[in-house]
């Protein structure tokens, strides 16, 4: 299906900080002028506006305003709206589910689950609908893993798929999965995203990403909480939602938007020159409530990507979070080894510093006081971290499950011989 926006315009809503019942925020509009550019307007409603906990949207575009914000960007899309509708894997179930010749923008935030990423909502009533209050359990998970076989197959669904059910494997809109599949299930009174695994994966990525997450924690980087279980025999990565707090009364929901959205960029390929996270901490020292521990800990996580060449460490695998008025760097998430063939050069999708995307010490340096770092302790953290990811990831691997055939795959990720040149 193609993705041409059509004209139409919804509400927005927001579940604000220490609720769990969501409000209406405002509306959006999107309408495609003469020359055929389609212009996104968003207006805060007055009654919005009027309350004493009102919040922004995002600490970019959306600031609390009574004014008409408007854009010709992301195809008329706002970063902060666009960060709380569908990813790639949301995009396609909705694809496979809605049953329309053509989907517009509009319609894939209108079809994508209440319960996305973040705390915003949309609908065409003026009133919020009621929140969800019951979700999958980990005993769903073996049906679940059949539809989203299914739909990665392309096939029939299963004829035990429920509609609600499809549904629910929408959820999760700005990160935390990208294109693999993936549903939200409910284990101890908290949220997680389960990550199934996929026929065409090289190696068990449920058991390598848990590792990555363990060996990132054991490298003083704050990380979402992981743990694998055991599905109709198959492993599934659960991680929980660092989005959603469990109350008496339900969930409450932080805000969430992606770096993308901060860097003002989108997401195509074209558009890499603000790819940077030498621009993302500048960024993030402006927005974060605490930026002299936020710099430095996106400082490590630019380290710990380098040091196992995750390649796929793209804005929308970075996100602010909102508990409260405050914006924060949120845990890490989507940490994936790669094992590019080349031993002297490897780049990350995002710029490092002075040399551009490549992977080394001495660019990882370069702009360390970017970070807020001086240049001597920037030195001191990638050697530490060098030292931990080639010390322990084969113990952390091994005794998370990841199998000797499996470790043998990946073991080419971690400490290239050119880190050091």
């Known amino acids: 299906m193609t993705s041409e926006a059509r004209d139409g315009e919804c509400y927005v809503y927001i579940t604000l900080p220490g609720s769990t019942e969501p409000v209406t925020a405002g509306r959006f509009q999107m309408q495609t002028d003469r020359a055929g550019t389609v212009i996104g307007r968003f207006v805060y409603g007055r ?11 995002d600490p970019v575009e959306l600031k609390l305003g009574a ?9 008329g899309v706002f970063g902060a709206l666009r960060d709380a509708g569908p990813d790639y894997w949301g995009r396609r179930v909705i694809e496979k589910h809605a049953g329309k010749a053509e989907l517009s923008e509009l ?29 999958n359990q980990t005993v769903a998970l073996e049906k679940l893993q059949r539809i989203a076989d299914a739909i990665v197959a392309d096939e029939e669904l299963p004829v035990d798929a429920e509609a609600e059910q499809i549904q629910e494997l929408l959820l999760v809109g700005t990160s935390m999965g990208g294109a ?12 997680w995203v389960a990550k199934f695994n996929r026929a065409d994966d090289r190696w068990n990525s449920a058991r390598v990403e848990h590792a990555m997450l363990r060996l990132a924690g054991a490298c003083g980087i704050d990380v979402a909480q992981s743990k694998v279980v055991v599905a109709g025999g198959r492993d599934v990565l659960m991680v929980r939602r660092f989005d959603r707090d469990k109350t008496e009364d339900g969930y409450q929901r932080a805000r969430m938007v992606s770096a993308l959205t901060l860097l003002r960029t989108e997401d195509s390929h074209r558009d890499r020159d603000r790819w940077s996270y030498v621009l993302l901490a500048e960024e993030l020292r402006r927005a974060s409530a605490d930026p002299k521990h936020d710099a430095p800990e996106l400082f490590r996580r630019m380290c710990y990507n380098a040091l ?14 909102a508990r409260d008025q405050d914006w924060r760097l949120s845990p890490a998430y989507d940490l994936t080894p790669t094992t590019p063939i080349s031993l002297e050069r490897r780049d990350l999708a995002l710029t490092i510093g002075d040399a551009g995307r490549i992977a080394t010490a001495a660019n990882l340096c370069s702009q360390s006081q970017r970070f807020l770092l001086p240049h001597a302790q920037a030195e001191a ?33 971690f400490c290239y011989p050119g880190f050091r040149d």
């Open 107 to 135: 319609d894939y935030l209108l079809h994508s689950a209440d319960d996305r990423a973040g705390a915003l909502g949309f609908g065409f009533n003026q009133q919020p609908p009621a929140p969800r209050r019951n979700f």
């Open 308 to 321: 196992i060449s995750n390649s796929d460490d793209h804005p929308r695998n970075h996100a602010l979070l």
């Open 381 to 413: 953290i990638v050697h530490d971290m060098e030292q931990c990811v080639s010390q322990r990831w084969y113990e952390i691997a091994r005794s998370g499950g990841v199998s000797e055939k499996d470790c043998g795959l990946i073991a080419g990720a």
């Open 47 to 57: 009654s919005y506006l009027a309350r004493p906990n009102a919040v922004e949207f």
């Open 67 to 75: 004014k008409t914000y408007e854009t010709a960007g992301l195809r």
């Open 180 to 191: 693999r599949p993936k549903a939200v299930v409910e284990d101890h009174d908290a949220l």
